[in-house]
């Protein structure tokens, strides 16, 4: 079983998005730790079978971050459940959840899932969007969050989402001084060594994402933030 409190860098690929088979094979032998499958919109089971299957053929960590039931298909290292604390709409907190389980439930092995508090702050992100987030918070409510994600909720990871903007270092590091057993997981508008560095010195974790896409060059180079 792999273990997320051991990933310092994760690579995402949306699995909407078209990838050549030689970048994907830089991005997987580039010593990441996991390569994430995860989107927003345009996520079928077709697109996410078909790129797990592409990463399939490298030894790394290969994870699915649940975004409907429909993707949500066995045969993956790990799975990753948001639960989006900051929206409005309670089906975004537990509702996918309770809804797979009553589905799935049966089959699943719980010890390859890992809920994560999930809290969304680019308000014009298409996440922010679709789950109706209050993104408006200051680091005081992004600090209380992180509390009840790891002492009331009790959860693994806490996710602080910024969905293609580079987010405020100090909101990240507030909520960084009040976890000690929850790992901070970090995404959003990270595109340059320097800002996965910058980042890195406040969460525990940090996901790049769009920059795959957009220059691949740059996106290989914040592996080394890795210790």
């Not at 010890?111 to 969304?120: A, K, N, P, Q, S």
């Not at 005081?140 to 910024?162: P, R, S, T």
């Not at 057993?181 to 595109?191: A, N």
Request: with cysteine.
């Amino acid at each position: 079983m792999y273990e997320i409190q051991d990933w310092q860098h994760i690579f995402k690929l949306d699995p909407a998005k078209t990838i050549s088979d030689s970048d994907l094979e830089l991005i997987c032998e580039s010593g990441t730790d996991a390569i994430l499958i995860g989107g927003t919109d345009n996520v079928t089971m077709e697109n996410v079978l078909d790129l797990m299957s592409r990463v399939r053929r490298y030894p790394v960590p290969c994870v699915l971050e649940i975004s409907n039931i429909e993707s949500a298909i066995p045969g993956f290292d790990h799975y990753l459940i948001p639960s989006v604390l900051n929206s409005h709409n309670v089906h975004f907190h537990n509702g996918l959840l309770h809804e797979a389980v009553k589905q799935m439930g049966h089959m699943m092995d719980f010890d390859l899932f890992t809920m994560e508090g999930y809290i969304v702050l680019n308000a014009n992100s298409k996440v922010a969007q679709l789950t109706d987030c209050n993104t408006a918070l200051s680091r005081e409510d992004v600090a209380a969050y992180a509390e009840m994600i790891e002492h009331l909720y009790g959860l693994k990871a806490m996710y602080i989402e910024y969905s293609g903007t580079y987010g405020d270092v100090q909101i990240v590091k507030a909520a960084k001084d009040r976890l000690n057993r929850t790992r901070l997981i970090y995404g959003g508008g990270i595109d340059s060594l320097q800002k996965a560095q910058e980042m890195f010195e406040v969460a525990d974790t940090i996901v790049v994402g769009n920059v795959i896409y957009s220059d691949l060059k740059s996106a290989l180079q914040t592996v080394k933030v890795r210790g």
